[in-house]
């Protein structure tokens, strides 16, 4: 029974991995997009109705 572990766990496929990265990717470029548009607004350093 030495070494016969019941869960096998099977490696991830190329194209699963790479989407995974690429969304990953799209979704901190996005947040960090938003961040230095709204940002200040976020923090309460800005008034979202002061122009």
Do not use: E
């Amino acid at each position: 029974m030495a070494g016969a572990h019941p869960i096998h766990i099977h490696p991830v496929r190329p194209f699963y991995a790479m989407s995974a990265k690429l969304l990953g990717a799209s979704m901190w470029f996005f947040l960090m997009y938003r961040a230095k548009k709204d940002g200040a607004v976020l923090l309460g350093l800005k008034h979202p109705w002061d122009h």
